[in-house]
């Protein structure tokens, strides 16, 4: 018998018993709890699986079908030059423009093709931190000053901590150089401008439908220009997919212009522009599952769905979570969790170290869509936050969340993910503090 295993069984079962049993059922704040955990899980059902997700793990299943393992380990292998892969990985997020969850399938892919521990981290933290469209709104709602600090801080925050858990975790990681230094070169299959053309298109389609609606109040300029046009631009590198599907994946013509025939009249029919994307989706999954000509394609749908089978459970079981004990905070809704907003409020003033660890705490745990982070911190400001404390949960949240941490944990275990959890929050506080000192 596994002794280990039982008693862990045994807990979890005495833990559920226990919760079952003194289940404050008839409390205002628990009921308030549950229905807070329903309506952030169903706003993340309406606004992010569909727009954010579901892309994402397409582009991941591009990584790690399409990219050949030698170019992956080229910028960021073990061997790769630091300089190299740290710059690239530190910057990610400028291009990408994910929250802490679309990223995920993204470092998953990296990771699984070799990427060192430390670019691989570093290309986690600043996919969702560097930001560039939050980044820009932090800089036009917080002022000027909270965006450069927002912006240093997160780079500075990628290189740091990639390179510090690379250092914790030297003798694995030269385990893993020796390793990677048997692995025969690939040749490929394809030109790698070819394949570049591919990821980015659709690395395109996803920032563009999902860019954020301006400022309240703001309608000129380019980001009001872009955002009142995102669905046309959204649709352009639509028909430049196809284009790459065609010509670079090599898929029959008629049934790609069937599949944009039957998207394009959806999009008139329909005023919900997610739908036309679902269907463009399911479109996209039929032609490459079923292509007869190239195995490469079908794997690439089965690559994604593998992502989206490990990842899709655990992101589910943290939001239920988050909105459980933080609440739901998105739009104009604002439904506290078992946690009060004003204890939130209250800890969060000032410039203590408690204020600022507080607040990289909360961060961590809380759970932000892209750009959600910034009218949020606007309205934790107005009610006395910090600027310090503000920058810290600005530097925390947006690349941690409960959802976030159970993935991370599933790719590379239970001790790596601990130490790139306090690594975060450790330097969020500490900069929250050099920030609010000044």
């Given amino acids: 018998?596994?002794?280990?295993?039982?008693?862990?069984?045994?807990?979890?079962?005495?833990?559920?018993?226990?919760?079952?049993?003194?289940?404050?059922?008839?409390?205002?704040?628990?009921?308030?709890?549950?229905?807070?955990?329903?309506?952030?899980?169903?706003?993340?059902?309406?606004?992010?699986?569909?727009?954010?997700?579901?892309?994402?793990?397409?582009?991941?299943?591009?990584?790690?079908?399409?990219?050949?393992?030698?170019?992956?380990?080229?910028?960021?292998?073990?061997?790769?030059?630091?300089?190299?892969?740290?710059?690239?990985?530190?910057?990610?997020?400028?291009?990408?423009?994910?929250?802490?969850?679309?990223?995920?399938?993204?470092?998953?892919s990296i990771h699984k093709r070799g990427a060192g521990l430390g670019p691989a981290i570093a290309f986690l933290y600043s996919g969702p931190a560097i930001n560039i469209l939050a980044i820009i709104l932090t800089a036009r709602i917080l002022g000027f000053e909270m965006g450069i600090a927002r912006i240093i801080g997160a780079v500075v925050f990628a290189i740091v901590i990639g390179s510090i858990?690379?250092?914790?975790?030297?003798?694995?990681?030269?385990?893993?150089?020796?390793?990677?230094?048997?692995?025969?070169?690939?040749?490929?299959?394809?030109?790698?401008?070819?394949?570049?053309?591919?990821?980015?298109?659709?690395?395109?389609?996803l920032v563009f439908a999902n860019w954020g609606a301006p400022a309240e109040g703001v309608e000129s300029g380019g980001w009001y220009w872009i955002w009142a046009h995102k669905w046309h631009i959204t649709a352009f590198f639509g028909i430049l997919l196809a284009f790459s599907l065609i010509y670079v994946l090599k898929l029959k013509k008629e049934y790609v212009l069937i599949a944009v025939a039957v998207t394009a009249v959806s999009a008139f029919v329909f005023e919900n522009p997610q739908l036309p994307m679902v269907i463009g989706i399911a479109g996209l999954t039929l032609l490459t599952l079923f292509d007869k000509r190239d195995e490469e394609n079908k794997q690439w749908t089965l690559s994604t769905w593998d992502f989206a089978k490990q990842i899709m459970p655990l992101l589910a079981l943290g939001v239920l979570v988050a909105g459980f004990l933080l609440g739901s905070t998105h739009g104009d809704t604002d439904m506290p969790g078992v946690v009060p907003n004003e204890w939130v409020v209250n800890l969060v003033g000032g410039n203590s170290v408690f204020s600022n660890f507080f607040a990289s705490i909360v961060g961590a745990f809380m759970y932000f869509a892209t750009l959600t982070e910034v009218p949020i911190l606007q309205g934790l400001m107005g009610a006395g936050m910090g600027k310090g404390p503000a920058l810290a949960l600005l530097l925390a949240g947006p690349s941690l969340s409960l959802p976030n941490m159970l993935v991370i944990r599933g790719v590379i275990g239970t001790k790596k993910t601990l130490v790139y959890i306090s690594l975060v929050v450790v330097m969020a506080t500490v900069s929250g503090l050099i920030y609010g000192s000044i």
């Fill in 1 to 108: 018998m596994e002794w280990k295993k039982e008693i862990r069984i045994l807990f979890w079962i005495i833990a559920f018993f226990l919760f079952a049993y003194f289940m404050p059922v008839y409390s205002d704040r628990f009921r308030e709890a549950i229905m807070a955990m329903l309506d952030l899980t169903k706003w993340y059902a309406q606004e992010h699986v569909i727009l954010c997700l579901l892309p994402a793990f397409f582009i991941a299943g591009v990584i790690a079908v399409f990219v050949s393992q030698g170019s992956v380990l080229k910028y960021f292998g073990a061997q790769a030059k630091k300089w190299v892969s740290y710059t690239i990985a530190s910057v990610s997020g400028t291009i990408l423009a994910v929250c802490s969850c679309t990223i995920l399938p993204l470092f998953s």
């Fill in 165 to 205: 858990m690379s250092f914790i975790y030297r003798k694995e990681e030269k385990d893993k150089a020796e390793r990677q230094m048997a692995i025969p070169q690939e040749e490929e299959k394809r030109p790698m401008w070819q394949t570049a053309f591919h990821f980015f298109t659709l690395v395109l389609i």
